[in-house]
């Protein structure tokens, strides 16, 4: 399993429980108590968990899942005038003919009010912008499956990861909520965003 996969896993399992150990989790994900142990490692680093001895506890911290209690119209209503200058210039980097991979989020939302009417195509797991651009007869729409987050009007998970290794796009606009010094990008919600690649 690759290590972004079984970060999501073990997330997954830590927020359903509050609290795992190494050994069940071994167990379940197929892997060596050492590879769990180098996970919960580099997740309690991130904050996205607390690495306890013999296993792990939900964090409250920056990197755990803050949007869960957040509905996509709280969100939607923050930082407004930023979001709608950020879809303006995304707009503008956008050409006919082109493919773009647009990310959930409510500015990525934003951004699909903007390519209606234009010849594009656009990939999506955010029923957000499938919502804005369902009914629009020029642009070219292609839902992402997986496992429906309806707070955040979004689909995730395993299925959409999977779908997203068969798509080539011209641009990508991904959501963020933002980025570390080193350029990292990061993000508060873990079912969208798995903590790091393989």
């Given amino acids: 399993m690759l290590q972004r996969l079984r970060h999501a896993e073990i997330m997954r399992r830590v927020r359903t429980s ?3 150990s190494v050994r069940d989790l071994a167990s379940q994900l197929g892997v060596s108590p050492s590879t ?3 996970d919960l490692e580099a997740l309690d680093r991130d904050g996205t968990l607390r690495r306890v001895r013999g296993g792990a506890l939900a964090s409250a911290g920056p990197g755990a899942d803050a949007d869960a209690d957040r509905p996509f119209a709280e969100v939607m209503g923050t930082d407004e005038q930023d979001k709608e200058a950020v879809a303006a210039r995304a707009a503008r980097l956008v050409a006919d003919g082109d493919v773009i991979l647009l990310d959930i989020g409510t500015t990525t939302m934003r951004l699909a009010r903007r390519l209606r009417g234009r010849r ?3 990939v999506t797991s ?3 912008v499938l919502d804005v651009l369902r009914s629009d007869p020029e642009v070219e729409l292609l839902l992402l499956g997986g496992m429906v987050r309806r707070a955040y ?4 998970g395993v299925l959409t990861e999977a779908a997203l290794g068969q798509v080539v796009a011209d641009r990508v606009f991904l959501g963020a909520s933002g980025v570390r010094p080193d350029g990292q990008l990061v993000d508060t919600t873990l079912a969208e965003v798995p903590s790091s690649g393989p």
């Fill in 153 to 156: 009007h979004s689909l995730v």
């Fill in 120 to 122: 594009v195509t656009v």
């Fill in 36 to 38: 769990i142990r180098r």
């Fill in 126 to 128: 955010s029923l957000a």
């Fill in 18 to 20: 509050g609290a795992t």
